[in-house]
């Protein structure tokens, strides 16, 4: 059910997967990948509901990231009817280690796209959309202007549901921010996917603290706006390096983290160092929880958009408490 053939992606965009691009990133080039633990196995999808949202994605001719990463969630997720639009086309500009979206020459921009994407929103009936994209270095914005033109589209369309961008990092596009923050999404989302140290391995075309400085931009220019960051470990980061990223947020006034296992997606992908067990993701929730996050999920299967609409009004309520116990007191 999972679309992620090599031989379809490069006829779509003419890419390659980002470890193929640059293979010295991978130092474990077409090594076994170790056997995932219990923890870590999902349900194969099958169900009616499932196949209804495959069948809505296909019509619209739209991408996912559920499908083009290879999301262990795909079968919880659609069977829900909840899917994550992937926009500015299936090929991306940079070559992260780890991730399994094609890299290589982009498509051309759809002018459609926000359209189509407005109406497979309003036929899934979602109350809670996240809209995503891969890096576009090519264009002078960076594909800011189409997420702004998305986010209005469905505003026209489906007024009630609220709106998630989890975007690139508009590294070096000046105003690009600005655009995406003015069409005033709910929650924007910029992962740093991982600790400072591994970035040259692991998001070479990144910088750390460039995309902290973004996310703390979106809360200097509309502070109603929830901001949300994630990482993956199993990289071969250590827990301090964990709780270190966790103060970067923190004082970037991230208000949601979300921590998950990263899984290898191929042998030709970044090796998996290790793979965190159940009592150590709870005891990162603790330490986030601590540390002032409004909302932190980190478990084994956490994605940036895994339950996203339950988290949306999670997010709503804790603000809400906050606010009324600082009124009272």
């Known amino acids: 059910m ?14 390659l997967r980002g470890a193929e691009r640059h293979p010295e990133k991978a130092k474990n080039l077409s090594q076994p990948q170790p056997k995932r ?4 196995r999902v349900k194969a999808p099958q169900s009616k509901a499932f196949e209804d949202t495959r069948d809505i994605v296909r019509a619209h001719h739209l991408v996912t990231v559920c499908e083009e990463a290879a999301c262990p969630n795909i079968g919880e997720c659609w069977q829900k009817k909840h899917a994550t639009m992937m926009i500015l086309g299936s090929v991306c500009t940079r070559a992260c280690a780890f991730c399994n979206v094609a890299t290589g020459r982009p498509d051309q921009l759809d002018p459609h796209e926000p359209e189509r994407v407005a109406d497979a929103v309003a036929k899934l009936g979602l109350a809670h959309v996240v809209i995503t994209s891969v890096d576009r270095d090519d264009l002078d914005d960076g594909g800011a202007n189409h997420f702004a033109r998305v986010i209005t589209a469905i505003r026209a369309t489906s007024p009630q549901t609220t709106i998630e961008v989890l975007t690139p990092d508009f590294l070096k596009k000046d105003g690009a921010l600005e655009q995406v923050v003015a069409a005033r999404p709910d929650v924007f989302n910029h992962n740093l996917e991982t600790v400072p140290r591994l970035y040259p391995s692991v998001r070479p075309g990144a910088r750390y603290f460039h995309s902290l400085h973004l996310l703390s931009q979106v809360k200097q220019l509309d502070a109603s706006i929830f901001t949300k960051s994630g990482i993956m470990v199993g990289l071969g980061e250590t827990q301090d390096e964990v709780l270190q990223v966790m103060d970067d947020m923190r004082s970037a006034e991230v208000d949601f983290m ?11 992908h970044h090796p998996i160092d290790r793979f965190w067990t159940p009592d150590e993701f709870a005891s990162l929730s603790r330490h986030g929880k601590a540390k002032g996050f409004l909302l932190i999920s980190a478990t084994p299967l956490t994605r940036s958009s895994y339950h996203a609409d339950a988290d949306f009004a999670a997010l709503q309520a804790e603000r809400k408490r906050r606010l009324t116990a600082m009124a009272t007191s």
């Open 2 to 15: 999972n679309d992620n053939s090599t031989d379809k992606v490069i006829f779509r965009g003419q890419g």
């Open 37 to 40: 633990p219990d923890w870590l």
């Open 258 to 268: 979300t921590i998950g296992q990263y899984l290898q997606p191929t042998p030709k």
